[in-house]
């Protein structure tokens, strides 16, 4: 599977980033990523002493590559995309060269089991046990039991299932697959919104259970991860599935002389003071509600941030 120094095809051509004008690495035009990016634009690009070009792309890893290629300087990055590529390119994905200008929502982790799967090797009766034919609830899944296995995954979510089995030691074999719900042949890894629309298509199905992972377990290895529930129809019941959370990240280059950073200062300034306007805002994306939840709980994700402009705050 391709990782963040493989090629890729950028999902736009890309302008050069210049001192008026900073590229902002988002996603597709009818995702979450690109409409908060017209929003951060439409309420700070004239607070940051620079133009903010929103460039439509392919996601986490595009904008990730693309910030170390130099064809972005602010871009939307997953966290789990983030440590992931941190651990495997040190040189290029560091606290040094890119900071947080804001955290952003938080997305669910799926991991989709077929009923009756018998996996490749290991313990099958204890896979029985937890994701047999019946309608019972499975209890707690631990990662250990994919060990050695053979995981779907698609888009995005194929570098979530990556970093799962790189950070857990599984020693996972992800295939790009595609979104068929009569595939039973392997467990799914997708990461999307609760509700995701293709978790309800394969769950609808009646062949498919969500397994229940345990956040406290996951967190001691990975503390990026976050607590979750998701409420999902599983045969018939509305059922609450515990599960892990990654946070989206806004993230800047940072530069050795300050005053090139000082676009991302104030970016980030922007952000903060005006998060309640952008939550309460009926035009914007309605992920800044959790956003501005995030906050102003003080929320802080394992990485370096640009500092706020508190001269500017107090005015």
Known sequence: MRSLLAAVTLAAVVAPVSAHALNMGTGGTSGNYYAMGQDIKNY???????????????????????MTNKDYSIAMVQEDVLHY??????????????????????????????????????????????????????????????????VGSWGGSIVSAEALGYFFGLNLNVVETSKNVN??????VLVGGAPY??????????????????????????????????????D????????VGIRALLLGKSFRKESRNEPMIN????????????????????NWASVYDYIEAEGQSDWSYFPLNEGALAQ
Not at 99 to 121: A, D, F, N, Q, R
Not at 214 to 219: F, G, K, L, V
Not at 236 to 243: E, N, Q, W, Y
Request: charged share 20%; hydrophobic share 30%.
């Open 44 to 66: 700070c690009a004239g607070e940051i002493g620079a133009d903010l070009n929103v460039m439509e792309t392919g996601g986490s890893v595009t904008n990730l590559l693309g």
């Open 85 to 150: 590529n941190a651990k495997r390119s040190p040189q290029r994905v560091n606290r040094n060269r890119l900071k947080v200008i804001t955290g952003l929502h938080e997305e669910s982790v799926h991991l989709l089991v077929p009923k009756g799967y018998e996996p490749e090797s290991g313990d099958k009766n204890m896979w029985s046990m937890l994701f047999g034919s019946d309608s019972e609830q499975p209890s707690k899944f631990q990662l250990s039991m994919l060990k050695n296995q053979s």
């Open 183 to 188: 595939d039973t042949s392997k467990p799914i």
């Open 197 to 234: 629309g293709p978790v309800t298509e394969y769950l609808d199905s009646g062949k498919w259970t969500l397994a229940s992972l345990d956040y406290n377990a996951i967190s001691q290895t990975a503390a990026f991860y976050s607590n979750q529930t998701v409420n999902y129809q599983i």
């Open 236 to 243: 018939g019941k509305v059922r609450s599935i515990p599960t």
């Open 267 to 286: 970016l980030a300034t922007c952000i903060y003071a005006n998060v309640a306007d952008l939550a309460d805002d009926p035009d914007t994306n309605p």
